[in-house]
């Protein structure tokens, strides 16, 4: 049985960049998925300004 993942969108301001896994991702920022998965995290948008240039993650569902 496969295991599920996670779907992420990714945004810069306010328009999605892209969409897919924490791994696929990380791979097109050049960052670790643990970074992607930080960046849906209420600690990360606590702490980004939304200036138009914030680059931040939500969730969308599973795979």
């Known amino acids: 049985m496969k295991k599920r993942r ?3 969108a990714l945004y ?21 998925a643990k970074t992607i998965r930080f960046m849906s995290s209420p ?3 606590k702490r980004v300004k939304y200036n138009g240039k914030a680059v931040r993650t939500v969730k969308v569902g599973l795979e």
């Open 6 to 8: 996670m779907i992420y």
């Open 12 to 32: 810069v301001g306010e328009e999605n960049v892209a969409d897919g896994t924490a791994e696929e991702l990380a791979k097109r920022l050049g960052v670790e």
């Open 43 to 45: 600690a990360h948008n």
